[in-house]
């Protein structure tokens, strides 16, 4: 990777250096905020895309999962121009979805004041049943929801489906949604298998999008305790990520808020997990920026040239902002 020449960009080597003493500091902190806290940008270059993203957020409507989507809300309207999308990154519903959830707990809970967009989800662990939550048909239940009410901002079209924004015909970043559910009792072998096919077509297929970014629920890579680092996803897109030029990674399902950078890999790997659900304590590894004090989301700002990645708390503070080109230099910027 070519070395920045502007003494202000750093190379990824360097941006995990300085994110790692970050993340000690979190851990010397006992969870308390460990960086100063930064007013959210929300003027940017002219253009681009406005998009957001939050994991871990279906509770039954309580405290928290409130407080994240009125801030939210409240960031989105300040935004120099309209959002273009959510990127909901699973545990959409904790516990039985009953005749009510979806209105309760996504039409009026994310309301259109602010988030008048589309919400493209993929499956977490608690979207399927019986396992986690006792209850069969929870994901097939999303889905049929979004076939069923084309109208409504809830977008599930598969398991496993390609997403262009803005457009096919003019894209300016393509996503790969998937599931990463390879536990048993979730994805069947066959579903496995016509999944790595889908995604190695994908990652094949001529793009005119200068972005190409993977979403899943689960991590490849977690300093979140209890979970760490997922052994199944890396023998089955590990080596995909590294001969590919992904440039980000997003999941959710530890409720943390991270972005590491790891050696022999291209892409920034974010988790916002965050989202509503009772924070995770961490493991030692300590490999990047991580946060377990705070709840809150992703706001990412998109142009052909630059990413800009902000870490929100629901109290509306930036606790890290990193910006990125697509042959992948950082900046640091909170």
């Not at 020449?5 to 360097?14: G, L, M, P, S, V």
């Not at 308390?32 to 007013?39: E, I, N, Q, V």
């Not at 959710?252 to 892409?267: E, N, R, S, W």
Request: one cysteine or more.
């Amino acid at each position: 990777m070519p070395r920045p020449t502007d003494a202000a960009k750093i190379t990824r080597r360097e941006a995990l250096r300085r994110t790692v003493l970050f993340s000690t500091a979190a851990l010397a902190t006992s969870g308390r905020s460990f960086l100063r806290a930064a007013p959210v940008e929300t003027k940017f270059d002219s253009g681009g895309l406005h998009l957001l993203a939050l994991g871990d957020y279906g509770t039954h409507g309580d405290a928290r999962q409130i407080s994240v989507a009125r801030a939210m809300s409240k960031f989105a309207k300040s935004l120099d121009q309209p959002l273009t999308a959510v990127l909901a990154l699973g545990d959409n519903f904790y516990k039985p979805i009953t005749p009510n959830r979806f209105q309760d707990h996504f039409e009026d809970m994310y309301s259109k004041d602010g988030l008048d967009c589309p919400f493209y989800a993929c499956a977490g662990n608690h979207d399927y049943g019986p396992k986690y939550d006792p209850q069969e048909g929870k994901l097939q239940m999303q889905l049929d929801y979004a076939k069923n009410n084309p109208d409504s901002r809830w977008k599930f079209p598969a398991k496993w489906y390609t997403l262009e924004l803005p457009s096919a015909d003019k894209p300016l970043v393509k996503m790969i949604v998937l599931d990463g559910n390879f536990w048993e009792g979730a994805l069947t072998p066959q579903e496995k298998i016509a999944q790595r096919r889908f995604f190695e077509a994908e990652l094949k297929k001529k793009s005119d999008a200068p972005w190409l970014w993977v979403v899943n629920h689960f991590p490849i890579f977690s300093d979140g305790h209890g979970h760490g680092d997922n052994a199944a996803l890396l023998r089955e897109w590990g080596k995909l990520l590294q001969d590919y030029p992904v440039s980000l990674c997003l999941a959710g399902h530890d409720h943390i808020m991270q972005h590491v950078q790891v050696d022999d890999y291209h892409p920034s790997f974010i988790v916002s997990g965050a989202g509503g659900a009772a924070l995770y304590k961490l493991n030692d590894k300590c490999r990047g920026y991580t946060n377990n004090s705070s709840l809150g989301f992703n706001h990412i700002h998109v142009t052909p040239e630059k990413l800009n990645v902000q870490f929100i708390t629901s109290d509306g503070d930036c606790i890290h902002h990193f910006q990125r080109t697509p042959k992948g230099e950082l900046t640091v910027k909170v």
